[in-house]
């Protein structure tokens, strides 16, 4: 299981970032797969999640609205679409993957203990 992590860049605040997470060595059917942010001096939180197998999708509360996250499964990667981005956004973005099977076919907060496989990080910074 190979996870690779892009897209990051520095943006204005009200601006857009499409970040992808282009997944080896597995099938998006038969994994859920989570976008976590880290942002200096703070623990790791869980952003967004989404599970192909039936399409289900979960957002923390502070990127809801704004954040979509989607797959596709032809090019065995995910996406997360940010936009009206703030500054309390800047952070180090990863994607996880872990079987499906192992959250009981549910998404739920997204938990970074959850998640067994990581992606390195892309960067993710919104300043004027």
């Known amino acids: 299981v190979q996870l690779q992590a892009s897209g990051g860049g520095l943006v204005q605040p009200g601006g857009s970032l499409r970040l992808s997470c282009a997944a080896s060595g597995f099938t998006l059917d038969d994994y859920a797969i989570g976008w976590f942010r880290q942002a200096p001096g703070k623990e790791r939180e869980g952003v967004s999640s989404i599970a192909s197998s039936d399409g289900s999708t979960y957002y923390t509360g502070s990127v809801r609205g704004r954040f979509t996250i989607s797959g596709d499964n032809a090019k065995n990667t995910v996406y997360l679409q940010m936009n009206s981005l703030k500054p309390e956004d800047t952070a180090v973005y990863y994607c996880?993957?872990?079987?499906?099977?192992?959250?009981?076919?549910?998404?739920?907060?997204?938990?970074?203990?959850?998640?067994?496989?990581w992606g390195q990080g892309t960067l993710v910074t919104v300043s004027s």
């Open positions: 996880a993957a872990t079987p499906y099977y192992r959250l009981g076919y549910q998404l739920r907060p997204t938990r970074p203990a959850d998640f067994s496989s």
